[in-house]
């Protein structure tokens, strides 16, 4: 398998700019998680789906955050309008509610930088 | 509330040392922990889990870790570290009641090795 999978790697905006980041999920995995990763917070759940549907998006630090999961094999996370604080790094990562439960698969994650 | 502590923000060690990393966590009742290691520039992968039975509990690359209910600790060890072991490690608990997404993570300790 070919993992997480995230995109962009590296994503540069400038401040009121409208960010998507992407992740395709494991094939076979029903959970799909993102966080943010910063020096100062460490690393935060934003937001986790089961199923496609969203399960607990208490982390989301505002409503200029939205998270979608359209289908089992594709999410995205999207900031509008982006603010320099937004800075992070983003992870998806994704897990199975099988014999391997609790193990959560984590991307190499998306660094953004907004100016 | 719930919380991970990783007392150690940075430790060095020398090549061929032996490794400890310390991890405490507060909650009520058995927890599930899990230490993940994160490589410069990459996303996290889980190193090992406990949450039941034996406490001594082996992971990949040669680590294992202890759980200590009396100590509320989960410390992670290696015998004898390699120098591709320098990453950060992070050590997370299931928030109680939580169902798969709930992991609340440490801060990390930052893993230098010596040559």
């Known amino acids: 398998d070919a993992g997480v999978i995230q995109s962009p790697r590296h994503e540069v905006t400038e401040m009121g700019q409208e960010v998507t980041l992407r992740c395709k999920p494991i094939?076979?995995?029903?959970?799909l998680f993102w966080y943010r990763q910063t020096m100062m917070r460490g690393l935060e759940l934003l937001i986790y789906?089961?199923?496609?549907?969203?399960?607990?998006d208490s982390g989301m630090p505002e409503d200029r955050f939205s998270a979608k999961m359209p289908n089992a094999s594709f999410s995205t996370l999207k900031i509008q309008p982006s603010e320099p604080r937004d800075s992070a790094v983003y992870f998806c990562?994704?897990?199975?509610?099988?014999?391997?439960?609790?193990?959560?698969?984590f991307g190499p994650g998306t660094r953004l930088t907004v100016t | 509330a719930q919380s991970v502590t990783q007392p150690d923000i940075h430790i060095t060690v020398s090549e061929g040392a032996s490794l400890e990393l310390r991890c405490n966590y507060s909650?009520?009742?058995?927890?599930?922990l899990f230490w993940y290691v994160q490589s410069p520039g990459q996303g996290l992968q889980l190193l090992l889990k406990?949450?039941?039975?034996?406490?001594l509990v082996q992971g990949i690359k040669g680590f294992e870790a202890e759980f200590k209910r009396s100590q509320s600790s989960f410390n992670l060890r290696k015998p004898s570290v390699h120098w591709s072991d320098a990453a950060e490690y992070f050590c997370?608990?299931?928030?109680?009641?939580?169902?798969?997404?709930?992991?609340?993570f440490g801060k990390g300790t930052k893993l230098s090795v010596k040559p």
């Open positions: 990562a994704s897990s199975s509610s099988g014999t391997q439960a609790y193990e959560q698969y």
């Open positions: 094939s076979g995995h029903d959970y």
């Open positions: 909650y009520g009742a058995t927890p599930y």
């Open positions: 997370a608990v299931l928030r109680y009641g939580g169902s798969q997404g709930n992991l609340i």
């Open positions: 789906f089961n199923n496609n549907v969203p399960i607990d």
């Open positions: 406990y949450f039941s039975g034996d406490t």
